[in-house]
């Protein structure tokens, strides 16, 4: 993330994620199945696998977000995937 958006509030948290590895939260895989989805995410050196029952882009994102948002707020990882 940008330094100076950093910088304009230290008492923020910022958390990054996307499909790049620099990213806090990287998502490496995604595969689409016929009914499914598996998710392979990498968070804190862990490697999280996630099967999502459904396989289209938007119900992927959204589900992401709600990843995401777990985890930041210090879900356990087992505590998301059920």
Do not use: Q
């Not at 230290?10 to 595969?31: C, P, Q």
């Not at 016929?34 to 696998?49: M, R």
């Not at 948002?69 to 990882?77: A, I, K």
């Amino acid at each position: 993330m940008d330094e100076e958006i950093k910088s304009l509030n230290t008492e923020t948290k910022y958390i990054s994620w996307g499909f790049e590895s620099k990213a806090d939260i990287s998502v490496r895989i995604v595969k689409k199945l016929l009914n499914s989805s598996l998710i392979e995410i990498g968070y804190k050196g862990e490697d999280i696998i996630f099967e999502l029952p459904f396989n289209n882009s938007a119900s992927i994102e959204n589900a992401l977000h709600c990843i995401v948002l777990m985890l930041t707020l210090g879900y356990e990882t087992d505590k998301i995937r059920n």
